[in-house]
């Protein structure tokens, strides 16, 4: 931007994202910061995009997610101040749906704030759940094949990057020689099931008690265990959970796939 020439209209923006996902509770936060809009990554729980406007000084920003979904209006913008916006992820108290979206920035007189001095991307995903398998896989055993099977075999490289379908809060991380190998249980927050990851590769990266977000790392595919090849064994668990009282779920391999189809 040229010294001496503020463009008025130009409100320089910069704008700064951050992602998490989430599952259920879908918070996305706009924060307006400095220089270009920076995009905010994709597929959190929680996202946040900053923005300040360097120069000019519009009274009022407009944003809104998605187009459509959500918009905010904030009063008295003042040039290189910081601005917030939250949202839930709910649109008239309902979740909205799978999918991209994006936020768009509006000065007071209605132009684009955005698109004028931007960078970056400012798409992001909201999801309910994640793929876990995140590289090349293929579908192998499901749930009932060869003798008590209760969950759907997943194969992949040895060392794939995992990340939880589901986050949630840690129930057990552990490791059962020539059974499971390296496992890994998740209380699905919202979901009433227990997410369950097994014959990792070593150890997965987390504590027992500790929280996890929808897509965060979990560990990496192996085949400790019990296990021919590399693969993740996933399962699903009713209420009140892992073999305490729950029941595998059929539907696991099915709702893998839904996953699998927007991941
Ligand atoms: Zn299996």
């Known amino acids: ?19 998490a996902l989430i599952a259920a509770a879908l918070m996305a936060a706009i924060t307006i910061g400095a220089f ?3 995009a905010a990554t994709s597929h959190a729980e ?14 009022k920003l407009f944003g809104a997610s998605g187009g459509v979904y959500r918009r905010w209006t904030l009063d008295d913008v003042a040039p290189r101040e910081r601005q917030s916006i939250t949202w839930n992820g709910k649109r008239d108290g309902h979740q909205v749906p799978n999918g991209e979206y994006f936020f768009r920035v509006r000065d007071d007189g209605g132009r684009k704030a955005d698109r004028a001095h931007s960078k970056g991307d400012r798409r992001f995903g909201v999801f309910d759940h994640r793929f876990p398998v995140r590289g090349r896989h293929t579908y192998g055993d499901g749930v009932g094949a060869g003798r008590g099977h209760m969950g759907q075999d997943v194969f992949a490289r040895c060392g794939t990057k995992l990340r939880a379908a589901r986050g949630g809060r840690v129930q057990w ?20 099931l227990d997410y369950v990851y097994m014959h990792l590769k070593g150890r997965a990266p987390l504590r027992e008690g500790e929280r996890v977000k929808t897509g965060e790392r979990i560990g990496r595919v192996g085949r400790s265990g019990n296990a021919t090849g590399c693969h993740l064994h996933f399962e699903l668990w009713s209420a009140p959970g892992w073999f305490d009282g729950g029941h595998h779920l059929r539907s696991v391999t099915r709702k893998l796939r839904k996953w699998d189809s927007w991941s």
């Open 36 to 38: 270009g809009l920076l």
């Open 46 to 59: 929680t996202e946040s995009l900053r923005l300040r406007l360097d120069d000019a000084s519009p009274t």
């Open 1 to 19: 931007m040229q010294a001496g020439h503020p463009k008025r209209e130009a409100a320089r923006a910069r704008a700064d994202a951050r992602g």
């Open 173 to 192: 991380v552990d490791n059962q020689r020539g059974g499971a190998g390296h496992y890994l249980v998740i209380d699905g927050r919202g979901t009433r």
